[in-house]
C-alpha cells in the first residue's frame, strides 16, 4: 500500500505533466522557486532576530527539590501564559512533572517584576520561568542582555579593575551571549549561569562601574567575517594563549593563540601548586574509570606547540596509561589542577606535587592579561584586537 503521502505526490505529478500545459508548468517552475526564496528569507528573518533580539535567557537552577520566590508586585502567569493568583512569597514543589503551589498543580510558572523577583532570597531582573526537570525544579531567568551584563561583570572580574578591562569583559561577555543564543534558538534557554558558559548570580552584585562599561559598549560584539565570534575567555594562560582546536578540536582563524606575559604582573592568580599523595590520586583514577593498581608516578608527556602538555603518563604496576592533558586536569579537579601547563615532582613521602602557571583552558582573551594591558594604557578595543586577531568590533544594531 503507498503511503497517503505518496499517494499526494503521485496526484501532483499527474496534475503537473498532464493537465497543465508547458508554459503552464513554466509558471509553476518559476512560482516555486519564488516560494523556496521566501522560505529561505524567512529563516535568515529569524536568524537577523535572534541577532537583535534584546533579551537573554539564563538557566539559573537546574534541578532543585524546592524553590521559594518573593518579591515586591510580582505578576504570576501559568505555562498557557494566563494570570495566577498566588500568596507571595510562594513556596513551588516538584510532584511528578507538574509544580505544586498551595495545593494546586501547574506545569508551568512564570514570575515577573518591575524591580526584582527574589529565587531562594536571591534577586533577578525580569522573569523567572519555572518548570518540572529531572524530578526537581528548573528555573530559566528572562532579562534584557544588557542587564544580564551588568550583573555578570563581578561574578567573572573585579569591576574595580581597569575600565578599559571591565569594558573589554563587556564585550566578550556579549559576544558570547549573542553568539550562544544564535546556536541554541529555540532551546529552553541559552546560557548555563556558571563556568560551564559564563558566571551569573542575579542583579545583587551590579555596581556603577559595571553599569558604566556596559554602557560605553552598548551592543558592541566582536566579529569575524560578519558573524558573531565564539568569544572564549579564561582567567590567566601563563605565559601564552592556546589555540581552539587543540581544546575542542576546531581550528577557528581568531582563536590561534598569542604570547602573554602580561598575567605574569599578577603571580598569585597565574602561578599554582598542588600537592596529592599517590594512593588518593590513584583512587581517584579508579573512580574515573581508570582499571590502575600500584600507581607510582605520573609524568608530563609531550607538548604542544603552544606549551601546554598534550599528554599526562600515569605509571602504575598494573594499567599504565595515558591521559590528555583535559582528561588528566578533569579526573583530579579542574579547581585543583587549574591549567595543563604544568610539571610534577615526587616527594618522600609518596606525594605528588603539581607545579604549574595559568588557570583555565587558555583559549582567547587572558583576563589577568588584559588587566595588565589595560593598566598599560592600551584601550578595550586594542585589547580585543591583541586577543582575538582579525577580529571586528560591530554594533548589534547596525548588523545584517
Ligand atoms: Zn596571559
Excluded at 601564552?240 to 604582573?265: D, H
Excluded at 574515573?288 to 603518563?313: D, E, H
Aim: aromatic share 8%; net charge positive.
Amino acid at each position: 500500500m503507498p503511503s497517503s503521502k505518496k499517494l499526494t505526490h503521485y496526484a501532483i505529478m499527474c496534475f503537473y505533466s498532464q493537465v497543465l500545459r508547458p508554459h503552464e508548468r513554466s509558471g509553476i517552475i518559476i512560482l516555486l522557486v519564488l516560494a523556496a526564496i521566501l522560505v529561505s528569507w524567512s529563516g535568515f528573518g529569524k536568524i537577523q532576530a535572534a541577532v537583535q533580539d534584546d533579551t537573554i535567557r539564563i538557566a539559573i537552577v537546574k534541578s532543585a527539590p524546592e524553590i521559594t520566590v518573593a518579591g515586591d508586585g510580582i505578576v504570576v502567569t501559568n505555562g498557557a501564559g494566563e494570570p495566577v493568583s498566588l500568596s507571595i512569597p510562594a513556596l513551588v514543589k516538584p510532584v511528578g512533572d507538574g509544580l505544586l503551589v498551595d495545593g494546586t498543580l501547574y506545569k508551568k510558572l512564570s514570575f515577573s517584576s518591575e524591580t526584582a523577583v527574589y529565587i531562594n532570597n536571591k534577586p533577578y531582573r525580569g522573569s523567572a520561568e519555572l518548570s518540572p526537570f529531572d524530578k526537581g525544579i528548573q528555573v530559566v531567568n528572562q532579562l534584557l542582555l544588557e542587564e544580564y551584563l551588568v550583573g555578570l561583570i563581578n561574578c567573572e572580574i573585579s569591576s574595580s579593575w581597569p575600565i578599559e578591562a571591565v569594558k573589554a569583559q563587556a564585550i566578550i561577555a556579549r559576544t558570547y551571549a549573542v553568539n550562544r543564543r544564535l546556536a541554541r534558538m529555540g532551546a529552553p534557554y541559552h546560557l548555563e549561569s556558571s563556568v560551564i558558559d559564563q558566571v551569573y548570580d542575579g542583579s545583587s552584585i551590579e555596581d556603577s562601574r559595571a553599569r558604566r562599561a556596559v554602557h560605553e559598549t552598548e551592543g558592541e560584539v566582536l566579529t569575524y567575517g560578519g558573524g558573531v565570534i565564539q568569544a572564549y575567555y579564561h582567567s590567566s594562560c601563563g605565559g601564552r594563549t592556546e589555540a581552539s582546536e587543540n581544546v575542542w578540536g576546531a581550528a577557528l582563524p581568531y582563536l590561534k593563540g598569542v604570547e602573554c606575559q602580561y598575567c605574569f604582573s599578577s603571580p598569585t592568580a597565574t602561578a599554582w601548586e598542588y600537592k596529592i599523595s599517590l594512593k588518593d590520586l590513584e583512587e581517584r583514577l579508579r573512580n574515573a574509570g581508570y582499571k590502575i593498581s600500584g600507581l607510582s608516578s605520573i609524568k608530563p608527556g609531550v607538548l604542544n606547540g603552544r606549551g601546554r602538555l598534550k599528554q599526562v603518563l600515569v605509571q602504575a604496576t598494573v594499567g599504565s596509561t595515558a591521559l590528555t592533558g583535559d582528561q588528566f586536569r578533569k579526573v583530579v579537579g579542574y579547581g585543583l589542577i587549574k591549567s595543563t601547563r604544568f610539571t610534577v615532582t615526587t616527594g618522600s613521602k609518596k606525594e605528588l606535587l603539581f607545579s604549574g602557571t595559568g588557570n583555565g583552558h587558555g583559549v582567547g582573551l587572558c583576563q589577568w592579561g588584559a588587566k595588565q594591558r589595560a593598566l598599560d594604557g592600551f584601550s578595550s578595543d586594542e585589547i580585543l584586537s591583541y586577543y582575538y586577531p582579525g577580529t571586528e568590533l560591530k554594533k548589534l544594531s547596525e548588523m545584517n
